[in-house]
């Protein structure tokens, strides 16, 4: 099984500033089958990137992703009030599909 | 509109049984992988189990393997997952999902239910 390993664990930041997330995996993870989903309280996680760094229909592209191998990022360039939430990452080129245990991006 | 409406949920003691079941609406439900996914309180995402568009091929994580069954009914828009011999730790959120953007190794989720919860305690 691959193991996903994300960081930093939490991220205090500001609106407007730039977020850097990574997502670290124990083997490759082929052909870039990586996606990024985003979660907020009480809700529903949301794809945001799927094969590293294709955003879903309707995300914005102030999120990109990119990577490959084992190190991926998800970058969101100007933070909006609606982008603190928890990130996680998740593989599904291996059996069994795998996510990372996340990281919270909060307002600082 | 894609629509995942999950149901089921509830307490149960250990050792017991729960069937949770997902009406899908809005999209041709034939058409797609479909998966649950749990969520534990206050913690992170995992993968149960994953079924073929047709039913045919069925994938679960070790940790509920000869416990769960996934299975579908494309008559009826829906999926279900039958929990037998439940312990303490399959307590979490239940999601219905839908998977796409993918291909014949895998994909990822672009669909999601609200959720049910499953409680297991005495």
């Known amino acids: 099984e691959i193991v996903l390993t994300q960081s930093p664990g939490t991220l205090s930041l500001s609106p407007g500033e730039r977020a850097t997330l990574s997502c670290r995996a124990s083997?490759?993870?082929?052909?870039?089958?990586l996606a990024w989903y985003q979660q907020k309280p009480g809700q529903a996680p949301r794809l945001l990137i799927y094969?590293?760094?294709s955003r879903a229909t309707g995300i914005p592209d102030r999120f990109s992703g990119s990577g490959s191998g084992t190190d991926f990022t998800l970058t969101i360039s100007r933070l909006e009030p609606e982008d603190f939430a928890v990130y996680y990452c998740?593989?599904?080129?291996?059996?069994?599909?795998?996510f990372g245990p996340g990281t919270k991006v909060d307002i600082k | 509109e894609v629509q995942l409406v999950e149901s089921g949920g509830g307490l149960v003691q250990p050792g017991g049984s729960l069937r949770l079941s997902c009406a899908a609406s809005?999209?041709?439900?034939?058409?797609?992988?479909m998966s649950w996914v749990r969520q534990a309180p206050g913690k992170g995402l995992e993968w149960v189990a994953n079924?073929?568009?047709?039913?045919?091929?069925?994938y679960y994580v070790d940790s509920v393997k000869g416990r769960f069954t996934i299975s579908r009914d494309n008559a009826k828009n829906s999926l279900y997952l039958q929990m037998n011999s439940l312990r303490a730790e399959d307590t979490a959120v239940y999601y219905c999902?839908?998977?796409?953007?993918?291909?014949?190794?895998?994909?990822?989720?672009?669909?999601w239910g609200q959720g049910t919860l499953v409680t297991v305690s005495s």
């Open positions: 999902a839908r998977e796409n953007y993918g291909d014949y190794v895998g994909s990822p989720i672009d669909y």
């Open positions: 809005g999209f041709t439900f034939s058409s797609y992988w």
């Open positions: 079924i073929k568009q047709d039913g045919s091929e069925k």
């Open positions: 083997q490759s993870v082929s052909s870039s089958y």
């Open positions: 094969g590293a760094s």
């Open positions: 998740q593989q599904y080129g291996s059996s069994p599909p795998t």
